[in-house]
């Protein structure tokens, strides 16, 4: 799957990183809590996540994330639009919620993070 496949399944608005949307998806991470991000992503991953703020921009920076879906209808601010251009990370914005958004992409064929999704 890659992240133009993402977006429609999502239904969601490009904010910024079109030229991206190419991107093979592996797994995708659902979290608003960072410190998760950090623990559990691998390389390849997508968050989705109702944060919409800098730390978001900074964790992907620094795990590698392929791309980043805020739910719920959320916008990153022009802050966060400029990082993200500036990072090469696509961020999208979806108004299905957190649970919504990751169970649609789940029955899609995207597996999770964790070592259980990875056994099956």
Do not use: H, W
């Not at 998760?36 to 992907?60: E, H, P, S, W, Y």
């Not at 805020?70 to 961020?91: H, T």
């Amino acid at each position: 799957m890659n992240l133009n496949d993402v977006r429609k399944l999502l239904d969601a608005k490009i904010c910024v990183g079109e030229e991206y949307l190419g991107r093979q998806v592996e797994t995708c991470c659902g979290s608003d809590l960072m410190s998760d991000v950090l623990a559990f992503t691998k390389c390849k991953t997508l968050l989705c996540t109702g944060l919409a703020n800098m730390q978001v921009i900074r964790t992907a920076d620094m795990t590698d994330l392929c791309g980043v879906i805020l739910v719920r209808g959320k916008l990153p601010g022009e802050d966060m639009l400029k990082e993200a251009s500036q990072n090469k990370l696509p961020i999208m914005s979806t108004e299905y919620t957190l649970f919504e958004a990751c169970g649609i992409l789940y029955s899609n064929g995207l597996r999770g993070c964790s070592r259980k999704a990875e056994e099956q």
